[in-house]
Each structure stands twice: as C-alpha cells, then as structure tokens.
C-alpha cells in the first residue's frame, strides 16, 4: 500500500522504515530539511537499535523516500499517518502540531478525488481525534468524514527496542471512524503481521494508549512505594518481598519446576523512579484530561507524587553514608531514562544531578550513549563533570550513585569500586549489585529498598 507518514521523530521513523520492511511503499513527511536530507542519504537521525540498517536498506530499494512536499506526499498515497509531536506544556499536552498539520492535510484532501484516510498515531487524549481532528479535516477540506476516512492508530513501542517491538506487536489496535476507514487500516497489517487486530471506536483506542502506560507507571510507583514503606520499617529487603509476590500464580506461571514470569514483572522493581518522553507525560495528560471531564483520578495523581520523590530518596541515602555532600566528588553512572538509549527526557539522574550541585558537590557523571543530550540540557551549570567512561567518574570519588542499569555497569566488581575510588560507597538505584558481595569487601552499600 501507499502510505505518507508525517514527523520523523522517533515514531515517525520507526514506523515508516518498519513499514518499507514489509513490502509497502512509503513517504516520511517533515518540514525539517536537515532530517529529510540525512534519511535519504541513508544517515540515521535518531539512535534506536537495529534502524540504521533497515533504513539504509528501504532507502536503497525505493521503498521509503523522505520530502518537505506534504502536498505531493498525500497525493501519492492511500492513508497519512500523522506521528507529530505532542509535547507536555503548562499541565496539558499540546495539540498545535496536529492542529497544523491535519489543517494542511484537510485542504489538500479538498482537491484529491480518491478516497483517502487519515489516521493519528501521536499519542493524543481520548476525544482528540473524533472531535477536533475531525472537526478541522471538515473544515479544511469541505467535506465530510465518511468521504475521507479517519482512524487511531496508537504505538506501543519502547525505546531501545522500538524495531522489535513494531515488527512483532502484541496487538494492533486500529480505532475507526467506519468500517471503510477500518477496512482500509487493516491493509496495512493484516497480511503482514502476526497478531490480533482490535477493531475499536477512535476514542476506545486512545485510552487504550493511556491506559496502557498509566498501568506500567503504576507499577513502577506501587514497587517504590512498597520500598519505601520496607525502608521505614527496616530489616525488610523489598526485592525479597516482590520475589515472593510473583510467585503467586495469578502473577506468574510455574512451567515444569521453572518459573515464567510475564514481562509485566519486570515493572515490578524498587527503583529511583520512571523517566522518558512517554510515562510522565502520558500519565499527567490522562490526569489533566480526566479533571476537565470531572473525575479526580487520585490514584495516577498518587503515582506521579511517588515518582517525583523516588530520586531525592537516592541523596538522603548518599547523606546518611557520607554526611554533607558539599565539596565532595560524587560519580554519577548513567543518565539516560533507563538503559540503550540516548534519551535523557525525565530522567531520575538529571533530577538527581541538579540537586547534588544545588548542595555543592562536584558531579563526575558518565553515560555510554546520553552524554551528547546532557551537554545539551545541562550546558554551562557549575560544578558538573561529564566524563567519556565509569572509570573516570569514579576516580577518587567520595561516592557512586548508580542511575540507569547499563549492562556495563552490571559488570563492575567490588574491587574496582575499592580500587579506584578515593572511599567505597556505593547508592545503587536500581538494585544491580550484590550487597553481600559489597559489604564484605567493607564497601558501605545502600540500595533502594533496603535500610539495615
Ligand atoms: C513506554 C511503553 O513501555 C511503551 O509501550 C510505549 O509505547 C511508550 O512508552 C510510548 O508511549 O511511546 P518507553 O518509555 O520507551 O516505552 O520505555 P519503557 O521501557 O517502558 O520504560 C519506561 C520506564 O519504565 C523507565 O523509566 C524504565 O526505567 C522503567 N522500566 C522499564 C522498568 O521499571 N522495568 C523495565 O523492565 C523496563
């Protein structure tokens, strides 16, 4: 099929190369030029695993083509799918983007004869699309829906395994206007994938976006919030109590003396808290957009409050380790959200960043990916050190605060925490090393969820 695709974010790019792979024809649409020269010289703009190949590969064989021409781009094919961005500005999400370009897509469809559908795939809150996406496509083309079609598409993809994720979905969830504008999404996928289709009302496939990623950051707070309760009593390792809460078999499924545990679980863990472009946003959205349609959602609000504390927690356990942090070294491994991936938005570590130097010390922070985004957000604040590896931040430091669980800071041993620090003492936000191993090296360990 002929498919246009609008914004080549991280969204865009990805469903459009994943599109090519399975044999369909497809045009990326941005008003940047600079992105639209890289991708079709075959240059990546964005990291995400396993893209830059299969990009190079739809670029070559003609199956992916990058322009400004949004004109020329719904004139040449069958569906627009609009991935614009939806950033998160003063309590709500902003719609402008969309606004913008479905207006332009409106008065191009006042000229194009063929039926054609126009399906948002940016995450937008329930109503967005059946109302004013609807509204201005009418508008704008002087006509009504029904002579074009509209769908919702969500993504429910992560980053670092985006790739994977679209080429082996769990579901497709395809939100429709009519049965022509679902007849015509399903093209798209049905030959090509394996996994259901859910046919669902434009709204019903909006909240199921929400819906989905306020369940995971629910986790996220409910296993911190249990942490920090362990803490307070004492001698209770939360990892112990999360490990035998999924054993319960309506959690987890014993298979032949092996335990199966659904990927689910793995939100389950103490930590310093969710990050990204997608969990805080997603999450304060849906609480904004319930208010205005008179439901307090206490819980999202709650689990948003734990996130906000989570980091802080990671300094108060710092200063019960060493005292006042002022003037000390302090070695920060990882920055990015979480780990393979460059992305820094959100994330527990910045957080964590500013309000060490806000105390005085002097940040060492390393990532192996996020260290050019940092730059970036963090340009010119006093007293922060970004420093190419783990070795050099941890060189002579008073202490380490472990943020984002690379494989390669998995790796480090006791001994090199004891080798090349000026004083072994580790805060692990994520729960990645052995505090037996730790302590019987003399190492003060604290970890989140654990206070002994
Ligand atoms: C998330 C969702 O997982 C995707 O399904 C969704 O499509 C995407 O948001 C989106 O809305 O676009 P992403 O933000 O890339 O994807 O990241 P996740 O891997 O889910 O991580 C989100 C948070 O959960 C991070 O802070 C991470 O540290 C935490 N996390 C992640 C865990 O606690 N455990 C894990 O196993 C994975």
């Known amino acids: 099929?002929?498919?246009?695709?609008?914004?080549?974010?991280?969204?865009?790019?990805?469903?459009?190369?994943?599109?090519?792979?399975?044999?369909?024809?497809?045009?990326?649409?941005?008003?940047?030029?600079?992105?639209?020269?890289?991708?079709?010289?075959?240059?990546?703009?964005?990291?995400?695993?396993?893209?830059?190949?299969?990009?190079?590969?739809?670029?070559?064989?003609?199956?992916?083509?990058?322009?400004?021409?949004?004109?020329?781009?719904?004139?040449?094919?069958?569906?627009?799918?609009?991935?614009?961005?939806?950033?998160?500005?003063?309590?709500?999400?902003?719609?402008?983007?969309?606004?913008?370009?479905?207006?332009?897509?409106g008065s191009i469809l006042e000229d194009k004869e063929a039926y054609h559908v126009v399906c948002i795939k940016s995450t937008v809150v329930p109503s967005t699309t059946d109302s004013m996406v609807r509204k201005l496509l009418e508008e704008a083309s002087q006509k009504k829906a029904g002579c074009f079609g509209l769908a919702m598409n969500p993504e429910f993809l992560r980053e670092g395994c985006a790739v994977d994720d679209f080429m082996n979905p769990d579901r497709i969830v395809i939100g429709a206007y009519d049965d022509k504008s679902y007849e015509l999404m399903s093209e798209?996928?049905?030959?090509?994938?394996?996994?259901?289709?859910?046919?669902?009302?434009?709204?019903?496939?909006?909240?199921?976006?929400?819906?989905?990623?306020?369940?995971?950051?629910?986790?996220?707070?409910?296993?911190?919030?249990?942490?920090?309760?362990?803490?307070?009593?004492?001698?209770i390792d939360a990892i112990d109590v999360f490990n035998g809460l999924i054993l319960d078999k309506r959690i987890s499924i014993r298979s032949k003396s092996k335990v199966l545990l659904p990927g689910l679980v793995q939100y389950l863990k103490p930590g310093c808290g969710f990050g990204g472009s997608c969990f805080p946003k997603d999450v304060k959205a849906l609480v904004t957009h319930s208010i205005q349609n008179n439901y307090n959602p206490e819980m999202l609000e709650a689990v948003l409050r734990i996130n906000e504390i989570q980091p802080t927690i990671m300094i108060k356990k710092l200063e019960e380790l060493i005292g006042n942090v002022k003037d000390k070294k302090i070695a920060v491994l990882g920055i990015a959200f979480k780990a393979d991936t460059d992305d820094i938005r959100e994330s527990p570590a910045i957080k964590i960043i500013k309000e060490l130097l806000e105390k005085g010390s002097v940040v060492y922070a390393t990532d192996p990916q996020a260290i050019a985004n940092t730059k970036k957000e963090l340009k010119g604040i006093e007293g922060l050190k970004l420093v190419k590896n783990y070795r050099e931040a941890l060189c002579d430091a008073d202490a380490v605060l472990l943020v984002t669980a690379w494989d390669i800071y998995k790796k480090i041993k006791p001994k090199d925490f004891i080798k090349l620090m000026k004083r072994a003492v580790v805060v692990d936000g994520r729960r990645i090393y052995d505090k037996k191993e730790m302590e019987e090296l003399d190492i003060a360990y604290s970890g989140i969820g654990i206070n002994n």
């Open 188 to 235: 798209i996928y049905k030959d090509c994938f394996d996994a259901p289709i859910l046919k669902v009302n434009l709204r019903t496939a909006e909240m199921i976006k929400y819906t989905s990623n306020s369940l995971l950051a629910a986790m996220i707070s409910f296993a911190n919030e249990v942490s920090n309760i362990c803490e307070g009593i004492g001698s």
């Open 1 to 105: 099929m002929n498919i246009s695709i609008v914004g080549t974010g991280y969204v865009g790019l990805v469903t459009g190369v994943c599109l090519a792979q399975k044999g369909h024809e497809v045009i990326c649409v941005d008003k940047k030029s600079d992105i639209i020269k890289k991708i079709n010289n075959m240059i990546c703009p964005i990291y995400e695993p396993k893209l830059p190949e299969m990009l190079e590969e739809a670029v070559k064989e003609k199956r992916l083509i990058a322009t400004s021409d949004l004109e020329f781009a719904v004139n040449n094919s069958d569906v627009t799918i609009v991935a614009v961005g939806t950033p998160f500005n003063s309590g709500a999400i902003d719609l402008s983007y969309i606004e913008t370009c479905v207006k332009e897509i």
